[in-house]
């Protein structure tokens, strides 16, 4: 059974940091690429950040070049997300994200579910 677990959100302070986890389990997890995706309220869910399967590869939305880093470590089946430097605008729900191949050829969406991140004076 596919798991992706989110964690380490909270309330910081703008110009603060925080370091997001998503523990995965239930599939060959070095053998996908992982994103983390955001959404705040009253908007749609926008991808944030990419790493590719060995880590070797990343994109990053305009919005967090600079600021946040995805890393992931294959011996822990875990991706992070550094995020520097906050700001209100970076409040919302944090989601790991993953698209599996299935036993049928085909490839389906997964979800971690969510960790809020909450910036503010």
């Known amino acids: 059974q596919v798991q992706l677990v989110d964690s380490g959100g909270g309330l910081v302070q703008p110009g603060g940091s925080l370091r997001l986890s998503c523990a995965a389990s239930?599939?060959?997890?070095?053998?996908?690429?992982l994103n983390w995706y955001r959404q705040a309220p009253g908007k749609e869910r926008e991808l944030v950040a990419s790493?590719?399967?060995?880590?070797?590869?990343?994109n990053y939305a305009d919005a967090v070049k600079g600021r946040f880093t995805i890393s992931r470590d294959n011996g822990k089946n875990t991706v992070y997300l550094q995020l520097n430097s906050l700001k209100p605008e970076d409040t919302a729900v944090y989601y790991c994200?993953?698209?599996?191949?299935?036993?049928?050829?085909?490839?389906?969406?997964?979800w971690g579910q969510g960790t809020q991140v909450t910036v503010s004076s």
């Open positions: 239930g599939f060959t997890f070095s053998s996908y690429a």
């Open positions: 994200h993953a698209v599996l191949r299935t036993r049928w050829g085909t490839w389906t969406d997964y």
């Open positions: 790493i590719s399967t060995a880590g070797v590869s990343t």
